[in-house]
T-cell receptor
Framework: EPEVTQTPSHQVTQMGQEVILRCVPISNHLYFYWYRQILGQKVEFLVSFYNNEISEKSEIFDDQFSVERPDGSNFTLKIRSTKLEDSAMYFC?????????????FGPGTRLTVL | GENVEQHPSTLSVQEGDSAVIKCTYS??????FPWYKQELGKRPQLIID?????GEKKDQRIAVTLNKTAKHFSLHITETQPEDSAVYFCAAHAGGTSYGKLTFGQGTILTVHP
């Protein structure tokens, strides 16, 4: 069964450094998402992406964040200048289409630790 | 925006008992309600979902009910097994122009004792 994949599984960085988190969505899916989960808390929406542009973003997704689909398979999340509070698990998800074929499938996550 | 409240935060049951987790949502435009199971350190796994044109859906030992009038939905697990132990999240997706943003509840830690 196809799955969303993410790399790396764990990223450690110094405060102020840039990080890029990578995702490969399920191949026939058209809608892509990033969520984050701070340890022990609920999953929070960051951004949705369709047709090579951001369709929706949350208040968390400020100017320090950007997303890109650099080729036909990868979907990336960049944090320009990391802060301590960016430490979290970042999940990529994808869905085939909009409602009603909008089931979202999550990747295994990248644990980001900012020191 | 949408707000999803989930209860209880922890639930402990004996193997074979039933477990019920409840969620309420605030946005009457929400039209899709998935439930995810998350084991420690793993990805959220979609286990069942329900759309706003349906009142109940069942898949083996798992069922979900939706009351649109009251804006609440519930997950029911029957004949619980130790492998059902995990964190369960409910979520709501707003309709209209939303491109799929899911708003999650706070999660329920379910522990099934053998």
């Amino acid at each position: 069964e196809p799955e969303v994949t993410q790399t790396p599984s764990h990223q450690v960085t110094q405060m102020g450094q840039e990080v890029i988190l990578r995702c490969v969505p399920i191949s026939n899916h058209l809608y892509f998402y990033w969520y984050r989960q701070i340890l022990g808390q609920k999953v929070e929406f960051l951004v949705s992406f369709y047709n090579n542009e951001i369709s929706e973003k949350s208040e968390i997704f400020d100017d320090q964040f950007s997303v890109e689909r650099p080729d036909g398979s990868n979907f990336t999340l960049k944090i320009r200048s990391t802060k301590l509070e960016d430490s979290a698990m970042y999940f990529c998800a994808s869905s085939e289409a909009r409602f009603p074929r909008n089931e979202q499938f999550f990747g295994p996550g990248t644990r980001l630790t900012v020191l | 925006g949408e707000n999803v409240e989930q209860h209880p935060s922890t639930l402990s049951v004996q193997e074979g008992d039933s477990a019920v987790i409840k969620c309420t949502y605030s946005d009457s435009a929400s039209n899709y309600f998935p439930w995810y199971k998350q084991e420690l350190g793993k990805r959220p796994q979609l286990i069942i979902d329900i759309r706003s044109n349906v009142g109940e859906k069942k898949d083996q030992r798992i069922a979900v009910t939706l009351n649109k009038t009251a804006k609440h939905f519930s997950l029911h697990i029957t004949e619980t097994q130790p492998e059902d132990s995990a964190v369960y999240f409910c979520a709501a997706h707003a309709g209209g122009t939303s491109y799929g943003k899911l708003t999650f509840g706070q999660g329920t830690i379910l522990t099934v004792h053998p």
